[in-house]
């Protein structure tokens, strides 16, 4: 019991880290270099084992990389509407295929 508490103390500690990089990078520059900070960290703690500090760098990169990413120009909404339809193209061929393979299934075929 008393080892507890003791690491609760030790990944408070060495997830300091994470919590001081929160801060919103300035440019590209320091998206990439706080980018690859955390990679190395990431690596680092799986080496190590660290399985929790692993996973609160990666949600600290993911979220690195959320903050980093430039907004999408906008689209027109003609271009929203040819991207909605290729995309309904694509997932009526994806159904086709299925329903097609269904069959096969069902009438005995390999």
Do not use: H, W
């Amino acid at each position: 019991m008393f080892l507890k508490p003791c690491f609760l103390a030790l990944a408070l500690t060495l997830a300091m880290p994470v919590f001081a990089q929160s801060a919103q990078p300035s440019d590209a520059g320091d998206c990439k270099a706080q980018e690859a900070a955390l990679e190395s960290d990431v690596d680092l703690a799986r080496a190590r084992g660290q399985m929790l500090r692993r996973r609160e760098l990666a949600d600290a990169l993911s979220a690195l990389q959320l903050r980093c990413k430039t907004p999408a120009p906008a689209t027109s909404r003609e271009a929203r509407i040819e991207k909605l339809e290729q995309e309904i193209r694509t997932l009526r061929s994806e159904l086709d295929r299925a329903e097609a393979q269904l069959r096969d299934l069902k009438n005995g075929s390999p």
